[in-house]
């Protein structure tokens, strides 16, 4: 018996429905027309883009708010065919589909500047949504997998961290306080320098002066070197260990 045209519109849209590994076609289009969604909205930041190219960018909106109206229309009729949802409501209610509608009301709302089309951007948690199938999903847990195997380590490394910043924070408000009242009078004027050391950042607005200050200083940030340095370490181990896990689980066959 074939399947009703519904059924196909629900295989096309909806990765949970479709039978066949991988992305649809239509999706792959849906995938193509966020990234140009993105870059649209990336490119009207630029006021010298809006002047030169503006009414090549408006008829990119007009196209891509079609699109994701009617993309977003079918998924609301064929939701109901998942068991995930009772009906199309139920479905619009999800956190997802309340992004994706705020996304579409972004662009008929011009009149509230063009700050609202960063919020776009946000629209690129749907490429993990869809990526979220098939091989794309199984790599993904395992990285997931492998980096809450190591969630003490990282809380650690950040418990230490932050320890570090406050310490030196705390210093640097003793020894620089009275002489630098604007940068050092408190401890939470005094974690900003932190920060910016610690993190080897070095934006270079806020200095110490005094002799035991600068001591101090250098303390930091050799110190700030090797914590910034640990959870690097600890990422890049996790990784390391997915990616063997995923070559491992492809050479015994349970992996497509």
């Not at 919020?119 to 997931?144: E, K, P, V």
């Not at 009275?178 to 200095?207: H, K, N």
């Amino acid at each position: 018996m074939q399947p009703s045209f519904r059924h196909r519109v629900s295989h096309a849209l909806d990765p949970e429905m479709n039978p066949e590994p991988g992305l649809s076609g239509l999706n792959v289009l849906v995938v193509v027309a966020i990234l140009v969604m993105v870059l649209v909205g990336v490119l009207e930041t630029e006021v010298h883009v809006i002047r030169q190219f503006g009414g090549l960018m408006g008829g990119l909106k007009l196209l891509l708010f079609a699109f994701f109206a009617a993309e977003y229309g079918l998924r609301i009729w064929v939701a109901g065919l998942n068991p995930r949802y009772r009906n199309g409501l139920h479905y619009a209610m999800t956190p997802a589909a309340l992004l994706d509608l705020a996304v579409l009301v972004t662009f008929v709302t011009p009149f509230l500047g063009v700050e609202t089309t960063v919020f776009r951007l946000l629209q690129m948690t749907r490429l993990f949504r869809l990526a979220r199938i098939g091989r794309y999903s199984r790599a993904m847990n395992l990285l997931f997998e492998a980096i809450r195997s190591r969630d003490i380590e990282l809380a650690l490394s950040a418990g230490l961290a932050f320890v570090l910043m406050l310490g030196a924070a705390t210093l640097l408000y003793i020894v620089e306080g009275d002489v630098q009242p604007e940068a050092f009078g408190s401890i939470p004027r005094a974690m900003w320098w932190a920060v910016a050391t610690l993190t080897t950042v070095g934006y270079g607005d806020v200095v110490p002066i005094t002799p035991l200050g600068r001591i101090l200083a250098a303390i930091t940030a050799i110190c700030g070197i090797g914590f910034i340095a640990l959870p690097t370490g600890i990422l890049a181990s996790a990784f390391s260990e997915a990616i063997r896990k995923a070559r491992d689980e492809r050479a015994h066959g349970r992996y497509e």
